[in-house]
């Protein structure tokens, strides 16, 4: 087996395979949980929604309750004790006017009911009062007044009416409603009857059908988790009519319809909902076909029956699983791409592994035959253990050989050096010499002439012996710069010396060449605030290579104020900035003049002795040479770069004294 395909292996069996399962186990295993947790919260939800719908139907009973002991219902109240013993009141008219006007009055105030009556210890109806009705049929009886109902004449009925509990709604279905529904019509709420007691007799009883809008309100607002749909049926075993009576369906049946008896749970295609409630009246059951869920709770709403409601919310399963598929379907995808990964891994590995054992193999036979050897390296471990001799045998060899090319450069450099500090220095003395002897002699020349001053090319004679005394002083300077620089060699022992100290001696020394040209030295007193800063090193060379900087940032000036002389400007005194930081370990001084700056074209050769950039007659090149190489034997370290604004920075740092 070739090593990729050894490595798949691997990887697929020992990483892939398992993570993949172990994914897909733990979405079907948090789906699963998340499910459980999901139906909890349906459950309570229904709960909720059930508690409210007993909240609103409580407070119907309230309000039935207090209407029943309403002034006008008390005035009416003699009139139904007289109609016990089959018995009219003088007044009967009169009170019933009364109390239809206040019923109307109340109906359209409250809205919460659709019809009132009012019903003598028989049943009949003395009174009824339908919303959206003005004119009520009237019926003649064996009583001595009409009754606004086919009168009634069912015991059962009648001794139902004569059990009900006073100070009680009781919710039952009136053969009066039954009869305006015929049997193919049900009412959503069954008739709420409130016995009416005169003193202490039962007279009669009020009888409310409350029409239902204003639970359809509350159901169309209450929170369906999971976008469930909510559906309501009535379970009644003793009325066959009622028993299994859809009430409430979303979008489709609400409280307020009146309710064909042909919509049974029990006949549509939620007949599993029926059965699952047959054996168990609190749970969840499931859609085999369509992928539903039911979740419903039984909830009884009226007092003292044994009428119940059966409350659904169907949920569909998509809301439950269609997250955990995409999560799978990106477990699916990943492990696709970590394959496609792991073969290019595999590819990549075996080329990691055996490329650096080929390599270090054929470098050895290489290094056998006296070939040059090419260092390996390797990020495992192994093979770098394999390979770390021989590279560190090749490294050492490298290195020694390096440094031995170091030695041979820097010995020739000094050989260089010495030579050229030799040769200086011979040339400085044999030109001085001569040099002095001819000042000597200019200047008795000179004298002699002024004493035969009436010679008539006297004064030109003067003048032309003058010019060459300043040839042989610019000469003599020029030697002396050769002798300084070939001098340049690093102390043997240097000392402590204070910065601030040794820059306060800088403006007295170059005071006179920088008035000379306008230029002002700034920054000076700020500098002077400091403590003693201490460094290490010679401070008669670093003045010397101090001086050499401050001049030639005086002249870099002069040159911009004869720049304006030449352009008719109106001439301005320039300035030279100097400045102090402190760095960690070391110090840094800044010295920015306001010249033309350095050209990018020399700005490698402005260390290069004998360099300069002044007209011939004028410097020697050497300044920059020597303040360099003092600054270097200070362990120091000196840069010069452009200003943006115009002009130079030379920026020189040293180390503290320690």
């Known amino acids: 087996m070739k090593l990729k395909s050894y490595i798949f292996s691997w990887v697929t069996l020992v990483t892939l395979l398992p993570a993949t399962v172990l994914g897909l186990f733990a979405t079907y295993y948090v789906q699963n949980l998340y499910h459980q947790d999901a139906t909890d919260d349906i459950q309570r939800n229904l709960e909720n929604i059930s508690a409210e719908v007993s909240r609103s139907l409580l407070a119907d009973q309230d309000l039935i309750l207090k209407l029943a002991e309403s002034k006008a219902f008390k005035q009416f109240l003699p009139v139904l004790d007289l109609a016990r013993s089959s018995k009219s009141h003088v007044d009967y008219d009169n009170r019933l006017t009364i109390i239809s006007q206040f019923l109307k009055q109340y109906q359209s105030v409250i809205g919460l009911f659709d019809t009132f009556r009012i019903m003598d210890v028989r049943g009949n109806s003395m009174l009824k009062v339908k919303a959206g009705q003005n004119n009520i049929t009237h019926y003649e009886g064996v009583d001595p007044y009409p009754i606004m109902d086919k009168e009634i004449f069912i015991p059962e009925y009648m001794k139902l009416l004569s059990e009900l509990p006073i100070d009680n709604v009781s919710f039952i279905e009136l053969p009066q409603t039954r009869e305006e529904l015929g049997l193919e019509s049900n009412r959503v709420i069954p008739d709420a009857v409130v016995p009416l007691m005169y003193k202490e007799q039962r007279v009669g009883y009020l009888a409310v059908t409350i029409n239902g809008n204003h639970i359809d309100q509350l159901l169309d607002l209450a929170i369906r988790l999971y976008s469930g749909q909510l559906l309501i049926a009535e379970i009644d075993e003793e009325n066959p009519l009622r028993n299994g009576q859809i009430l409430y369906e979303e979008n489709r049946l609400s409280f307020a319809e009146k309710k064909s008896t042909l919509e049974k749970i029990q006949n549509k295609n939620k007949s599993l909902i029926w059965d699952a409630f047959q054996k168990q009246a609190y749970g969840k059951v499931a859609h085999a076909i369509d992928d539903t869920h039911y979740y419903y709770m039984e909830y009884f709403p009226y007092p003292s029956s044994l009428a119940s409601w059966i409350i659904v919310s169907e949920v569909d399963d998509k809301i439950f699983t269609d997250t955990f598929e995409r999560i799978r379907a990106g477990i699916w995808l990943l492990t696709g791409i970590a394959i496609f990964s792991s073969l290019f891994f595999a590819h990549y590995a075996s080329r990691s592994i055996s490329s650096p054992i080929l390599k270090l193999a054929e470098n050895l036979k290489h290094y056998a035959d006296g070939g040059r050897q090419v260092t390996i390296k390797s990020n495992i471990n192994e093979i770098q253990e394999s390979s770390e001799s021989f590279n560190y045998m090749a490294k050492k060899l490298e290195q020694e050989q390096y440094e031995r090319l170091k030695a041979e450069d820097s010995m020739i450099q000094n050989a260089k050096l010495a030579s050229l500090g030799q040769m200086a220095a011979g040339i400085g003395h044999e030109i001085n010499n001569p040099l002095n002897n001819i000042r000597s002699l200019s200047r008795l020349i000179r004298r002699d002439i002024e004493k035969h001053s009436a010679l008539d090319n006297t004064a030109n004679m003067l003048e032309d012996m003058r010019s ?191």
Do not use: C, W
């Not at 290579?545 to 002389?565: F, P």
């Not at 320039?574 to 110090?587: C, G």
């Open 468 to 658: 060459l005394d300043e040839e042989v002083t610019r000469a003599s300077d020029i030697v002396q710069g050769i002798l300084s620089f070939a001098r340049q060699t690093p102390e043997k022992k240097f000392s402590g010396i204070d910065l601030i100290g040794l820059l306060k001696t800088l403006d007295g020394l170059v005071k006179q060449e920088a008035k000379r040209y306008q230029v002002k030295l700034i920054g000076l007193e700020n500098i002077e605030k400091y403590d003693a800063i201490m460094i290490r090193g010679d401070q008669g060379k670093l003045q010397q290579a101090l001086v050499n900087i401050l001049l030639n940032a005086i002249h870099a000036n002069a040159d911009r104020i004869l720049m304006q002389k030449e352009q008719n400007h109106v001439i301005t005194d320039t300035e030279i900035k100097l400045s102090l930081t402190k760095d960690k370990d070391k110090v840094i001084l800044s010295i920015q003049d306001q010249g033309a700056g350095i050209d990018e074209s020399i700005k490698d050769q402005i260390f290069d002795p004998f360099f300069t950039t002044k007209v011939v007659g004028h410097g020697t090149g050497l300044g920059l040479s020597i303040a360099l190489s003092i600054i270097q034997s200070h362990q120091g370290q000196l840069n010069i770069s452009n200003v943006i604004d115009g002009g130079a920075k030379v920026d020189i740092s040293l180390p503290f004294y320690s």
